[in-house]
């Protein structure tokens, strides 16, 4: 004596396989969500390199023109104490830029990997949840 009819059973393994399948879509979503992450991450991690190439020739031109006006008025020393400061403001804020960068982007990529194996884990396990149920039905 089975404790549901065919039809049942088998109305029950559909809902569930659709279940299934759409988890599926649903994980292949974040996969794409995360890669998306990435290559956006990419950019800004280009365009943080061109901000600093951009900085460091800003930072060259300024010191040329500093240094040959310093030479026309004579005030030498006081231009290089400038130029000192002005490239290790901006050394520290690249540097600062960098490094927000880099957490923001290592943070993001942890979390939507975690998220990635939850949906997997959470996958696999009703994928074992049916076959035990297909097992037991049959």
Sequence with gaps: MYLVDAETAAAAVVVVVVVVVIEVVVA???VAAVIVVVVVAAIVVVHVVVVIV????????????????VLLLVVVVVVVVVVVVVVVV???????VVVVVVVVVVVVVVVMVVVVVVVVVVVVVKVVVVA??????L
Excluded: E, N, P, Q
Excluded at 90 to 96: G, I, S
């Design 132 to 137: 035990v149920g297909l097992i037991v039905v």
């Design 90 to 96: 901006v050394v520290v804020m690249v540097v600062v």
């Design 28 to 30: 292949v979503v974040v």
């Design 54 to 69: 951009v900085a460091v020739v800003v930072v060259v031109v300024v010191v040329v023109h500093l240094i040959v006006v």
